[in-house]
């Protein structure tokens, strides 16, 4: 049984903190905490329809699972399965591979959205669409962390830097300088006025 969102979100936010100051705002921490692996189910071959993997030698599954070892998004889930089916035989490897390493990936995943949405300058857009993200696939929560997630920041910063110019009390050089990173309108320049440039006006 997967973990609760609930659940997933008071582990992550008691970890916030410490996670945040690792991470740039638009990463996705996936070093996180383990939770309960979530299954994978793999649709059923026939013995026509091999995978890859059954053709691969025990050295190629090896340098496979090293090299998903080395990828930025493999948190703590996928370096646990991973290097426990490089410990044992081919068969374990080729398991990890064929459905082990998709299961693992999820668990991470999961974990990362629910360290997003303990973040709390984590915005509406964000939580509506990482929420979501929880609540659906596997696909789902990696499409959130590699697109969705960047969208929805943009979406949120968008909304606070038209906070600011709507404040009264809002100067004239901090009213260009928004208005300069609206006109931009990537979310990098939208995030970096939000983080650093409003406080150098």
């Not at 383990?34 to 890859?52: E, L």
């Not at 035989?89 to 959205?113: C, H, P, S």
């Not at 929420?131 to 979406?155: C, H, I, P, S, V």
């Not at 100067?171 to 979310?187: E, I, K, T, V, Y």
Request: aromatic residues 6%.
């Amino acid at each position: 049984m997967r973990p609760t969102r609930t659940a997933l979100v008071l582990a992550a936010s008691a970890l916030a903190p410490a996670l945040l100051m690792a991470t740039p705002s638009f990463a996705a921490d996936t070093a996180a905490p383990a939770v309960t692996t979530a299954t994978a189910t793999a649709a059923p071959q026939s013995s026509d329809d091999q995978s890859p993997y059954d053709r691969m030698s025990e050295e190629e599954l090896r340098a496979e699972i090293e090299r998903i070892l080395d990828r930025p998004e493999s948190g703590k889930a996928v370096h646990r399965e991973g290097t426990k089916a490089l410990e044992g035989t081919a068969d374990d490897m080729r398991a990890f591979l064929k459905n082990g390493y998709r299961g693992a990936q999820w668990e991470d995943d999961r974990v990362a959205i629910a360290t997003i949405l303990g973040k709390p300058d984590s915005g509406v857009a964000v939580r509506e669409a990482a929420a979501k993200a929880l609540d659906g696939t596997a696909e789902d929560a990696r499409a959130f962390l590699e697109t969705g997630y960047r969208n929805a920041q943009w979406e949120d910063d968008r909304v606070a830097i038209v906070t600011i110019l709507g404040k009264p009390d809002t100067s004239d050089a901090l009213r260009a300088a928004a208005n300069r990173a609206l006109d931009d309108g990537s979310p990098e320049a939208l995030r970096y006025f939000l983080e650093v440039g409003q406080y150098q006006v």
